[in-house]
């Protein structure tokens, strides 16, 4: 059982919680990787087939590499999938931009299971996820979707649409929604931090003292963040490299996470690899491997805080407002 599965399955039973169900369309990779790890999500055939008071999900995936994208956004969405408020499942939409030519992954899968999403379309979905995508050293008016990203964001911010944006989704989104910038590192910023709670919020309601929270990237949020208290509030920090990671808007259903609570327990050490494989010499990720050492097997410090993380988003944000239109 995958280190998601147990911590989820363990907090569900403590608190005498029933799972959500998670529809996607059958035949999605992501079945049977995470059946592998004790995870069920129920195929569907289309979308529309899922039960009909079902909270629907559009999941922008931004990552070149869309499957392991698509089955490390449906572990998260799963490890903190619990039923509350009368939310008891979801069904997942994959989109991408339209806009973006994408190489790294078969056109089979994205004409099968993707499609993109227009503004116009946002505000019939319960909520919206966005990843990222190792755009750090690009500025965002040089991406090619950005346009078509921001019209989407636009539209969620208008329709009061629950917004969760992860790692690099999160940088584009403070700058749009919230006007903060980034600055980029000399070097990759990579490993398993510490961090703590800085302002009481929902959204923080359990999570413990020490909150460890995987990174990889080459930027941090400017500082100035802290300052807009008015627009965005920062509720987890660390005082080493990552800075300020968790946050939410003052006056929209928006999260911004900039760590990547989706990864899996052996994703840095596959980028590690990766790099060290293209003649990167790249650093050692941080408090991931036993003792510094790359040939024992990493230590997954972030699986529990995560789960919560999710399981008190889809309370604080996405159930409400899914009843609330529910009784329209």
Request: aromatic share 8%.
């Amino acid at each position: 059982m995958n280190v998601f599965s147990e911590i989820s399955a363990n907090f569900a039973c403590r608190n005498n919680l029933l799972k959500m169900k998670i529809y996607v369309t059958d035949g999605l990779p992501a079945i049977q990787a995470l059946a592998d790890e004790g995870i069920s999500l129920s195929p569907v055939q289309a979308e529309m087939d899922a039960p009909g008071d079902v909270a629907r999900v559009a999941f922008i995936n931004l990552m070149p590499e869309k499957i392991p994208a698509e089955r490390d956004v449906l572990r998260l969405l799963w490890a903190g999938g619990v039923e509350v408020d009368g939310l008891t499942a979801l069904a997942v939409s994959l989109f991408r931009p339209a806009a973006h030519e994408c190489r790294h992954t078969d056109a089979a899968h994205l004409a099968r299971f993707y499609s993109c999403l227009h503004p116009s379309d946002v505000s019939s979905f319960a909520a919206v996820v966005i990843n990222g995508a190792p755009l750090e050293r690009v500025a965002y008016r040089d991406v090619d979707y950005s346009d078509e990203l921001a019209a989407v964001c636009d539209a969620a911010a208008q329709a009061d649409i629950p917004v969760l944006y992860l790692c690099w989704g999160a940088f584009f989104g403070l700058y749009r929604q919230c006007g903060v910038d980034k600055t980029l590192l000399a070097s990759k910023l990579s490993g398993v931090y510490p961090h703590r709670v800085v302002s009481e919020h929902p959204v923080t309601r359990g999570l413990p003292s020490t909150v460890y929270l995987p990174h990889s990237r080459h930027c941090v949020l400017d500082g100035d963040i802290a300052t807009m208290s008015d627009r965005v509030k920062v509720l987890v920090s660390s005082d080493c490299g990552p800075g300020n990671v968790v946050s939410v808007a003052c006056d929209k259903p928006e999260m911004y996470i900039t760590a990547h609570p989706e990864y899996d327990t052996s994703t840095l050490a596959a980028e590690y690899s990766r790099d060290c494989a293209r003649g990167l010499n790249p650093h050692i990720p941080e408090n991931y491997f036993p003792d510094d050492d790359p040939s024992l097997e990493p230590r997954n410090l972030w699986a529990a805080p995560a789960a919560r993380l999710m399981a008190n988003w889809f309370g604080c944000y996405v159930a409400p407002r899914f009843r609330d239109r529910i009784k329209i």
